[in-house]
């Protein structure tokens, strides 16, 4: 096996001042900084809710008729009772409300969805055909024996955190099961997770579902491989990796991504069949008027002011017709938490969603501190980065974890070598170069992260029992999850940490 290039010693501190930029002020709300209109391809989107039990068609015959300039209407969804559309106009909603049968009119906001996770690509190419000896060189204690004929296994210590090898052992790993994975590109033939993809469709304007992106890190892939790569005795394994894969590109490489793409994705991954649908993105809706200026900050004609008692919470409105489409359906939706260490039990100015959807299991992340240098550290010291609140998170999921400033003695944990915070947060696939087309293996850290354990948790019970809804999986997690944080429900594990193992024995 290659050994993995050292990182450069000017990167922990470049992370300390990145996460020193993302701390929040406390005075002031700044909306329009990247996290609210990412780049505009297209004129400004609206979602029209329809009052239950209106006809869509009758409604959007008279949308057609309104004198709106460039009016578009791109979608009906008359399960939703919604309807997409496209127009510069804005005085475009005032005119749509006052029609028969519209309950309100939402803008569909584009935002930033890619969650900040840290990531970092390893030298270990999948082509490189490696084997990881466990030895023992420099400052590292012996690592944890693989856990599969996966020889990168002994690297995946969430496999541990959420007892994935007593679940297998008892004969559940996902088979049968379809989960859906709501994201950015991917990398649709990357050997660990290509024969477990079912399908894939883009939701993204002018982009495939192939990830094209510029750093050459597909979180989407990443993601996908925590919940299901390959038992393919090559390279790492997924927690279920027997599940087949609904691969749904609903962000842009870039990370953003209009809502009702959101929306589209959730409703197409219900109807093709997936019993969990997870969602590593999200995005900090305020909870305050503000204006968008329609991605044209020179020319204020298409400015458009988002009222938060109107606009945003229709918005919301929308988004949680989707959530409960899914839920009253079977499907279980899981979303990651956010990564800006918000307590959502005090925070007041705006709040993370999907997450905060109705039917959304909202997971916070953990992990390992100091797992380089000693891999018997505990696996459950609540992450840095991570939001909390009791009123916010259901369950606690290891998504990666460091300290600041970060621990940067240098450790080899099998033949791999690198600083010891690296090797605390999430390794799996997702890197690519696209001129070679070469796959490599690394690092991750975030509520992404965190949120696919859950889901391949999630997705086993489903394997189980052909008669899983989202009820009883809450209900039997909620038996079966560890109470590492405060006794009872808290900020950083919610009802517990996800226990796979215990789980399918209820």
């Keep these: 096996m290659k050994r993995i290039q050292l990182l450069p010693l000017a990167l922990p501190l470049m992370m300390l001042i990145m996460l020193a930029?993302?701390?929040?002020?406390?005075?002031?709300?700044?909306?329009?900084?990247?996290?609210?209109?990412?780049?505009?391809?297209?004129?400004?989107?609206?979602i029209i809710i329809a009052e239950e039990g209106a006809k869509l068609k009758g409604i959007s015959e008279s949308l057609a008729n309104l004198e709106a300039k460039k009016l578009k209407i791109t979608?009906?969804?008359?399960?939703?009772?919604?309807?997409?559309?496209?127009?510069?106009?804005?005085?475009?909603?005032?005119?749509?409300?006052?029609?028969?049968?519209v309950e309100s009119v939402a803008v569909d906001v584009v935002m930033n969805w890619r969650l900040p996770s840290q990531h970092f690509r390893s030298d270990i190419s999948y082509n490189s055909n490696a084997a990881a000896a466990p030895n023992v060189i420099a400052k590292s204690s012996a690592p944890a024996a693989t856990v599969t004929a996966d020889p990168l296994s002994y690297l995946q210590w969430g496999l541990n955190s959420v007892k994935a090898q007593q679940a297998w052992a008892k004969g559940y790993s996902g088979k049968g099961v379809k989960v859906a994975v709501l994201d950015g590109g991917f990398l649709l033939s990357n050997p660990e997770i290509a024969p477990n993809i079912l399908l894939s469709h883009s939701f993204i304007d002018g982009e495939e579902a192939q990830y094209h992106g510029l750093e050459g890190f597909s979180?989407?892939?990443?993601?996908?491989?925590?919940?299901a790569a390959a038992s393919n005795a090559?390279?790492?394994?997924?927690?279920?990796?027997?599940?087949?894969?609904?691969?749904?590109?609903?962000i842009s490489d870039a990370g953003s991504g209009p809502w009702s793409s959101l929306i589209d994705g959730i409703f197409y991954a219900v109807n093709h069949g997936a019993k969990v649908i997870n969602m590593s993105l999200g995005g900090e809706l305020p909870r305050k008027t503000y204006t968008d200026d329609n991605g044209t900050p020179d020319d204020p004609s298409d400015d458009y002011v988002v009222e938060y008692d109107r606009d945003v919470k229709?918005?919301?409105?929308?988004?949680n017709r989707a959530t409960l489409f899914a839920t009253l359906r079977g499907t279980t939706l899981i979303a990651a938490a956010g990564n800006d260490a918000y307590n959502y039990d005090v925070e007041k100015r705006f709040i993370t969603y999907p997450a905060a959807c109705l039917g959304v299991l909202s997971i916070a992340s953990n992990g390992p501190v100091g797992w380089g240098i000693n891999q018997d550290t505990t696996l459950y010291v609540p992450s840095i980065f991570t939001n909390y609140g009791k009123s916010f998170i259901s369950y606690g999921a290891p998504g990666g974890n460091y300290t600041l400033p970060p621990n940067t003695t240098i450790v080899t944990v099998g033949t791999v070598t690198n600083y010891d915070y690296v090797f605390g947060m999430v390794f799996n696939i997702g890197f690519w170069d696209e001129p070679s087309n070469t796959y490599y293996y690394g690092w991750a850290a975030g509520t992404s992260m965190a949120a696919p354990h859950a889901s391949a948790v999630a997705a086993l019970l489903y394997g189980k029992y052909s008669w899983m809804n989202p009820v009883l999986l809450d209900i039997i997690f909620k038996a079966s999850?560890?109470?590492?944080?405060?006794?009872?429900?808290?900020?950083?594990?919610?009802?517990g940490q996800l226990n796979a193992g215990k789980a399918v024995s209820l």
């Excluded at 394994?237 to 087949?244: M, N």
């Design 75 to 101: 979608e009906v969804i008359e399960e939703l009772g919604l309807i997409h559309v496209q127009t510069p106009d804005p005085s475009f909603p005032e005119k749509a409300r006052k029609l028969p049968g």
């Design 21 to 46: 930029s993302c701390q929040k002020d406390e005075k002031t709300l700044n909306v329009r900084n990247g996290v609210i209109n990412g780049p505009q391809k297209k004129d400004r989107g609206f």
């Design 234 to 250: 090559r390279g790492v394994v997924g927690v279920a990796p027997d599940v087949k894969l609904l691969l749904i590109k609903v």
């Design 481 to 495: 999850s560890n109470d590492y944080g405060a006794p009872g429900k808290d900020a950083y594990f919610g009802f």
């Design 314 to 319: 229709d918005l919301v409105k929308a988004l």
């Design 219 to 227: 979180h989407g892939s990443h993601v996908a491989g925590t919940i």
